[in-house]
């Protein structure tokens, strides 16, 4: 779980405990999306880093429902 993730965790616990790691399971999947997103940009070009940014999406929504599931 990176530091994004960590955070949000905290402040949801205070919050809504039960949905705290759903919410910091979504938090991270979202940042790993973004970095995977900049980082195709800077090196290959718009449409390889928009392709990337919508599989680490995917691949995130199938993880979660497989461990939420």
Not at 20 to 48: M, P, R
Not at 55 to 69: G, K, Q, S, T, V
């Amino acid at each position: 779980m990176g530091p994004v993730a960590v955070g949000i965790h905290f402040i949801a616990a205070t919050a809504a405990p039960g949905l705290s790691y759903a919410i910091a399971v979504l938090a991270e999947c979202l940042h790993v999306a973004c970095n995977a997103f900049l980082v195709a940009l800077y090196t290959c070009g718009v449409s390889l880093a928009i392709y990337l940014f919508i599989f680490h999406i995917l691949l995130a929504w199938r993880c979660y429902r497989e461990e939420w599931w």
